[in-house]
């Protein structure tokens, strides 16, 4: 049986500049309409800034740091019960997380209006390097709503 999707994680080869694989996948992430290039050219001005703003880090290891950061722990999934949905508090596998913390931070770059993209992205990767920021606080809206509804845990199978 064909699949219809090849697993990225099979095909992903880490990107040209720093040879990582997660800043690869944060590229691929990044891009629209298949403009792989100017996807780039954005993420590395953000790194670029971010080496600016903090010399003495690395700016890819500021950048691992900041995804591995936003990582949630436990979310909420709608589950049904008998006739009642209920949010039930779940763990988050390796993979999910991941794509979850790339998934926040680029929103919340995107969020941001009036400003270019690489300048946008850099902030939001330098304020969850520094745990706070638009990424961090959804992370820790995540986590409140789970620990709220930890009750409802004992649905969770």
């Not at 990225?8 to 891009?31: E, T």
């Not at 903090?54 to 990582?71: G, H, Y």
């Not at 409140?144 to 649905?155: P, Q, T």
Request: net charge positive; with cysteine.
């Amino acid at each position: 049986m064909s699949r219809k999707f090849t697993a990225s994680k099979a095909q992903l080869r880490p990107d040209p500049r720093f040879g990582s694989k997660l800043a690869s996948k944060f590229i691929n992430c990044l891009m629209h309409d298949g403009k792989k290039s100017v996807a780039q050219k954005v993420f590395y001005n953000a790194m670029e800034l971010i080496e600016r703003r903090l010399p003495n880090d690395n700016p890819i290891d500021v950048f691992s740091r900041a995804v591995e950061n936003v990582k949630p722990i436990i979310e909420v999934r709608s589950k049904r019960v008998g006739g009642a949905t209920y949010q039930v508090p779940m763990q988050v596998n390796k993979v999910r997380q991941q794509t979850l913390s790339i998934r926040w931070i680029l929103m919340a770059a995107r969020e941001k209006k009036g400003r270019p993209m690489a300048i946008k992205l850099a902030d939001e990767l330098v304020a969850a390097y520094n745990r706070d920021g638009a990424a961090i606080t959804r992370r820790e809206n995540v986590h409140r709503m789970a620990d709220a509804n930890k009750a409802f845990a004992h649905f969770a199978w």
